[in-house]
């Protein structure tokens, strides 16, 4: 994709890794009583797995230092702008975002495309012959 030439991209996903597989029941977030877990619809609370691979990620991602990621919005992991909370679309983050937005300044939804190539093509590397 000549977009991305130039640039590290390194597909990850928190649920795969969390051993959720796929397809994979759908999870949320739910809060009771002022505490939030991870929730899948079959009631399993995946938030210790999920926290897990959230941190083993971050972790794996932060000497390459990325300038941005694409994240799948709504989703209790990767929302950037929207989540699941209650059976509701609520403004927030997700699990996964949370973590990585201290080392990753610029993240952008699936929904955000157009974004995401403007912000590419302002940073594409030189390849040192004319302009890039």
């Known amino acids: 994709m000549p977009l991305l030439q130039g640039f590290a991209v390194v597909p990850v996903c928190p649920e795969l890794l969390a051993g959720m597989g796929v397809p994979r029941p759908a999870i949320e977030w739910r809060s009771h009583d002022g505490k939030f877990a991870v929730v899948s619809e079959d009631g399993v609370d995946v938030t ?6 959230c941190v083993q990620i971050v972790e794996s991602l932060r000497p390459l230092q990325p300038i941005c990621a694409v994240l799948k919005e709504r989703s209790p992991s990767c929302g950037v702008h929207q989540t699941h909370l209650n059976g509701e679309v609520v403004a927030g983050q ?4 949370r973590r990585l937005e201290p080392h990753c300044s610029h993240l952008f939804s699936e929904e955000e495309l157009e974004l995401v190539r403007e912000f590419l093509v302002a940073r594409r590397p030189s390849s040192g012959v004319g302009s890039p």
Do not use: D, Q
Not at 48 to 53: D, E, F, I, V
């Open 94 to 97: 997700g699990m996964f975002t």
């Open 48 to 53: 210790p797995r999920l926290r897990r691979s």
